[in-house]
């Protein structure tokens, strides 16, 4: 159960409105790595983890710090377009400075929202939950979890730059924080489960039904050998369970693929008329 203690857990005051900064800020709130998917992600990988202990704990913790930030970054918006000048734009852009601003701010946040943030990026795509990974497989789910934390992080950084708002450096400074805690607390407990099960998701599939062939084969599919001198080409694999390999130019293990004829009643082009097409000049 969920209680809405009503102090944000850090400031969010800008020193002045900054529409087009709103319309910024957009993207680290409901952008594919912002903070409503983060949120939620964490949140439905601990709703779906199967009995207690400290790792639902620590996916339920997370999920609710981030609704947090969600809740700093919409106050930060709506207070960024405190002001904002969005009536008459024929007498707004006599004032250049005005016409800068209307030029540059979200519509919607004047139309849609009524100048409030939105679940939406940047560029006005709607948030979707397709955002959101929660296999039921803890150790693929703390590397999504790194990954969303690393992306979220570098655009944050990206935003901090773009602005000499105090107040709003000041925002971003505290999630850049938390973002370097939560991608060394997501680290630490993918160690923590690797030492356990193993590098490779799931680890309990049966070896015998991989092709052990090329397990840990590396094809090199591009001009040039640069890539035979990297640590994945030769020596012990990260699993310590097979060696490295390098093939320059590994060879088709398949035979060429033939589809039967689709019956008359699908309307394709017919077989013949396929056999005499010319070879594509471009």
């Not at 938390?178 to 799931?202: F, G, K, S």
């Not at 991989?210 to 640069?226: M, N, P, W």
Request: hydrophobic share 35%.
């Amino acid at each position: 159960m969920f209680y809405h203690v009503k102090e944000l857990q850090y400031h969010a005051k800008p020193d002045r409105p900054d529409p087009i900064f709103a319309k910024k800020l957009q993207e680290v709130l409901g952008g594919q790595f912002g903070e409503i998917s983060v949120a939620l992600q964490y949140l439905f990988q601990g709703w779906n983890t199967r009995g207690d202990g400290k790792y639902r704990d620590l996916l339920m913790d997370t999920g609710t710090e981030e609704l947090a930030h969600v809740e700093m970054l919409c106050t930060m918006i709506a207070r960024l377009l405190d002001g904002a000048p969005v009536g008459d734009l024929e007498e707004a852009a006599k004032d250049p400075v005005l016409g800068a601003i209307l030029g540059g701010m979200n519509p919607q946040h004047a139309i849609v929202s009524g100048l409030g943030a939105m679940p939406a990026d940047s560029v006005g795509n709607p948030w979707t939950a397709a955002y959101i990974n929660a296999s039921g497989n803890l150790l693929a789910d703390f590397r999504m979890n790194l990954t969303y934390e690393s992306q979220g992080r570098l655009q944050v950084c990206r935003l901090y730059e773009m602005t000499n708002d105090r107040g709003v450096k000041d925002m971003l400074s505290w999630l850049i924080a938390r973002d370097t805690m939560h991608q060394n607390m997501w680290y630490a407990a993918i160690c923590e489960l690797e030492e356990q099960e193993n590098i490779v998701v799931p680890s309990t599939f049966p070896r015998k039904l991989e092709k052990q062939e090329v397990a840990y084969t590396y094809f090199d599919l591009s001009r040039g050998t640069e890539s035979s001198k990297g640590r994945w080409a030769s020596g012990p694999s990260m699993d310590s369970l097979g060696e490295f390999t390098y093939v320059e130019n590994p060879p088709p293990f398949g035979e060429k693929p033939f589809i039967r004829p689709a019956p008359p009643y699908m309307f394709n082009t017919p077989p013949h008329i396929l056999k005499h097409i010319p070879p594509h000049r471009g």
